[in-house]
């Protein structure tokens, strides 16, 4: 394995944006196995065998090595699996805001963030085999530089935090050329339309999301929102999303998806579902209620009138009657999502978008 494409972009960017360590001997390799107590992905060790660890655009992600010239070792690494939907084998990556990047027992790649010790765990399904999620993740990486290998002011807000979303539209087609079966490609470039306004054309991006990471939730809670978006139209994909979404996580942080549940089925009009969503999020937060009147209250006194608005509106998805709120709920879908983020008690309010690495 000669990992071409990852050789030409060593030799073509700019010093620094790729730096790699010195080959690993078979020795070292086999060290590192007994140290992490299981054989090294084939790939993974060859490509060792002439990179041993690399960081990647200013440690924006860092490859670990295994021999004594690595920068990061592998098994210092923290091998905790997360919990069992993660299914990770090997942690071999990690980012300076604390994701790593591990191996499937089937060779795929996630993309661990959070802990299941702070119920705030998202795993992720990045890339399909190693050569291929290294060379997306470079594809995608290299658009926010310039030919000096310094930050493209062009491609950040102005205030320099977050990525532009034609940017990070950009970003995202181009690693999916190289990648297409990465989950968290498809849905970033959905974040991305969105960003841009462009909702429709954010769903099937979702959806192809969602198809290839059904286990997350996270894809179909943004495919939902999108659908939501169309108002009564798209208020039955909208509900199938979200129901899906609280399918796929348990116990109480599933509570907020099926509150988005029941405003999509107030909306929709469909009674059953209706109490079936809000059965739900009542027995997996059982204090929602109130927590939901405090955000109302909260929003009212920023004099927001969209935060008031979606505080209101979550708040009558799980208390109004049927049929009394579906003029309301038409409104405030068609305003869109507020552009700032904000999370009362867990309940989610806006799509995320990238953030400067």
């Given at each position: 394995?000669?990992?071409?494409?990852?050789?030409?972009?060593?030799?073509?960017?700019?010093?620094?944006?790729?730096?790699?360590?010195?080959?690993?001997?078979?020795?070292?390799?086999?060290?590192?196995?007994?140290?992490?107590?299981?054989?090294?992905?084939?790939?993974?060790?060859?490509?060792?065998?002439?990179?041993?660890?690399?960081?990647?655009?200013?440690?924006?992600?860092?490859?670990?090595?295994?021999?004594?010239?690595?920068?990061?070792?592998?098994?210092?690494?923290?091998?905790?699996?997360?919990?069992?939907?993660?299914?990770?084998?090997?942690?071999?990556?990690?980012?300076?805001?604390?994701?790593?990047?591990?191996?499937?027992?089937?060779?795929?790649?996630?993309?661990?963030?959070?802990?299941?010790?702070?119920?705030?765990?998202?795993?992720?399904?990045?890339?399909?085999?190693?050569?291929?999620?290294?060379?997306?993740?470079?594809?995608?990486?290299?658009?926010?530089?310039?030919?000096?290998?310094?930050?493209?002011?062009?491609?950040?807000?102005?205030?320099?935090?977050?990525?532009?979303?034609?940017?990070?539209?950009?970003?995202?087609?181009?690693?999916?050329?190289?990648?297409?079966?990465?989950?968290?490609?498809?849905?970033?470039?959905?974040?991305?339309?969105?960003?841009?306004?462009?909702?429709?054309?954010?769903?099937?991006?979702?959806?192809?999301?969602?198809?290839?990471?059904?286990?997350?939730?996270?894809?179909?809670?943004?495919?939902?929102?999108?659908?939501?978006?169309?108002?009564?139209?798209?208020?039955?994909?909208?509900?199938?999303?979200?129901?899906?979404?609280?399918?796929?996580?348990?116990?109480?942080?599933?509570?907020?998806?099926?509150?988005?549940?029941?405003?999509?089925?107030?909306l929709l009009g469909a009674p059953d579902r209706l109490e079936e969503c809000r059965r739900e999020a009542r027995a997996r937060a059982p204090e929602l209620a109130a927590a939901l009147h405090r955000a109302r209250d909260e929003a009212a006194s920023s004099e927001d009138p969209h935060e008031v608005a979606e505080a209101q509106a979550l708040?009558?998805?799980?208390?109004?009657?049927?049929?009394?709120?579906?003029?309301?709920?038409?409104?405030?879908?068609?305003?869109?999502?507020?552009?700032?983020?904000?999370?009362?008690?867990?309940?989610?309010?806006?799509?995320?978008?990238?953030?400067?690495?």
């Amino acid at each position: 394995m000669f990992f071409d494409r990852f050789r030409d972009a060593v030799s073509r960017l700019p010093d620094g944006l790729i730096r790699t360590g010195p080959p690993a001997s078979p020795g070292d390799v086999a060290q590192a196995e007994a140290a992490v107590g299981r054989a090294l992905p084939p790939t993974f060790a060859s490509f060792l065998q002439s990179f041993d660890g690399v960081d990647l655009f200013h440690e924006s992600v860092v490859i670990a090595g295994v021999g004594p010239g690595a920068g990061r070792r592998l098994f210092d690494l923290d091998q905790s699996p997360g919990s069992g939907r993660a299914g990770a084998a090997l942690v071999f990556a990690e980012t300076p805001t604390g994701d790593r990047f591990a191996f499937r027992g089937d060779g795929a790649i996630l993309r661990l963030r959070g802990s299941p010790a702070t119920s705030d765990e998202e795993v992720w399904l990045a890339g399909t085999e190693y050569t291929v999620w290294l060379d997306a993740i470079i594809a995608h990486e290299r658009l926010l530089f310039d030919a000096d290998g310094e930050f493209s002011p062009d491609a950040f807000e102005p205030d320099g935090a977050e990525i532009l979303p034609r940017v990070a539209l950009r970003q995202a087609e181009k690693a999916l050329r190289l990648d297409p079966g990465s989950a968290e490609l498809h849905h970033e470039r959905g974040v991305a339309l969105r960003r841009l306004g462009r909702d429709d054309d954010a769903r099937p991006s979702f959806r192809r999301a969602a198809d290839l990471d059904p286990g997350n939730p996270w894809p179909w809670f943004e495919l939902g929102r999108a659908a939501l978006e169309a108002g009564v139209s798209g208020a039955r994909e909208a509900l199938e999303a979200f129901e899906q979404a609280g399918r796929a996580e348990p116990g109480e942080a599933g509570a907020q998806f099926w509150l988005w549940g029941a405003r999509a089925a107030l909306l929709l009009g469909a009674p059953d579902r209706l109490e079936e969503c809000r059965r739900e999020a009542r027995a997996r937060a059982p204090e929602l209620a109130a927590a939901l009147h405090r955000a109302r209250d909260e929003a009212a006194s920023s004099e927001d009138p969209h935060e008031v608005a979606e505080a209101q509106a979550l708040l009558d998805a799980l208390e109004k009657a049927p049929g009394t709120a579906r003029a309301r709920l038409v409104v405030v879908t068609e305003a869109g999502p507020s552009q700032k983020e904000r999370s009362s008690e867990g309940v989610p309010t806006r799509t995320r978008s990238r953030r400067r690495p």
